[in-house]
C-alpha cells in the first residue's frame, strides 16, 4: 500500500469521524429546539448545519482523492503483476523448455542407444560362444540367454531401452508429483544399484528407499549431483 492511499483513508475516516460527532451534536440540537427552548440553541443549530455541510464537502473531496489513489494503487499492482509474471515466463518460455526439453531428448536417446548396442553385442558374443562350445554360455534357449564373463552374468533383454527410458520418466514424474507416472515394479534396477553404490548407499539403504518410496528422489538427486560433478 502507498503511502498516498494511506493517507487518503486517514483522512476520509477522520472526516467520517467528524461528521458522526456533528451529527450528534445536531440531533441533540434539534431535540431542544422541537422542545420550545430558547432560541440561542436554533441558531446554533443554524450555525452547526452549515459546519456540517462544509465537513460533507470534504468528505465527498476526500472520497474523491481516496478512489484516485485506490485507482493508482491497483494500476501499480497490476503493473508489478505484470512485471512478475514476464520475469518468471521469460525463464519458462517455451524457448526455455526446448533448450531443456533437447537435452532430455538427447540424453534419453544416449540412453536408449547404449541399451542397444548392449542387446545387440550380447547377442553376438553369446552367438559365438554357442557355435565355439564354450562354458560361458549359461543359457541359450528360450525363455532366457545369459552367458558369463569375469565372473558376471549378462542376460539378453534386461536393460532394453523401453524399460530404462521408462524407469528414468517415472522417477522424474514421482519426484514432481506428476499425476500418471508410468508403472515400474519390483525394486531397484540393477543400472540404479550402480548409481546408489557410486553415492555411497548400501543395500540396506537402498531397500529402505525402495520401500518408503523415496527411491525416486535418491536417484535423481544422485543423477543431479553427477551432472553437476561432471560439468566442473
Known amino acids: 500500500m502507498t503511502a498516498e492511499l494511506s493517507e487518503a483513508q486517514r483522512e476520509l475516516a477522520d472526516n ?59 494500476a501499480r499492482r497490476r503493473g508489478a503483476a505484470e512485471e512478475a509474471a514476464r520475469a518468471d515466463m521469460v525463464e519458462l518460455s517455451d524457448a526455455a523448455l526446448a533448450v531443456k526439453y533437447a537435452a532430455a531428448l538427447a540424453a534419453l536417446d544416449d540412453l536408449a542407444e547404449v541399451c542397444v548396442r548392449r542387446e545387440d553385442a550380447m547377442l553376438g ?19 532366457q540367454h545369459i552367458f558369463a564373463l569375469d565372473g558376471e552374468l549378462f542376460e539378453v533383454g534386461t536393460r532394453r531401452p523401453q524399460d530404462l527410458v521408462t524407469r528414468a520418466t517415472a522417477h522424474v514424474f514421482r519426484v514432481r508429483g506428476v499425476r500418471d507416472a508410468p508403472r515400474i515394479g519390483g525394486s531397484a534396477h540393477p543400472v540404479e544399484r550402480v548409481l546408489t553404490a557410486a553415492a555411497g548407499m548400501s543395500e540396506r539403504q537402498v531397500k529402505e528407499a525402495d520401500v518408503s518410496g523415496n527411491l525416486a528422489s535418491r536417484l535423481v538427486a544422485v543423477a543431479r549431483e553427477g551432472a553437476k560433478e561432471a560439468q566442473r
Open 16 to 74: 467520517r469521524a467528524e461528521i458522526a460527532e456533528l451529527q450528534g451534536v445536531i440531533d441533540g440540537l434539534e431535540a431542544q429546539v422541537r422542545d420550545g427552548e430558547a432560541t440561542a440553541e436554533a441558531q446554533q443549530l443554524g450555525e452547526r448545519y452549515g459546519v456540517l455541510r462544509v465537513a460533507q464537502l470534504r468528505q465527498e473531496a476526500a472520497e474523491r482523492k481516496l478512489a484516485k489513489a485506490e485507482a493508482a494503487e491497483l
Open 125 to 143: 558374443h553369446l552367438k559365438t560362444f554357442a557355435d565355439l562350445k564354450m562354458t560361458n554360455v549359461v543359457a541359450n534357449a528360450p525363455p
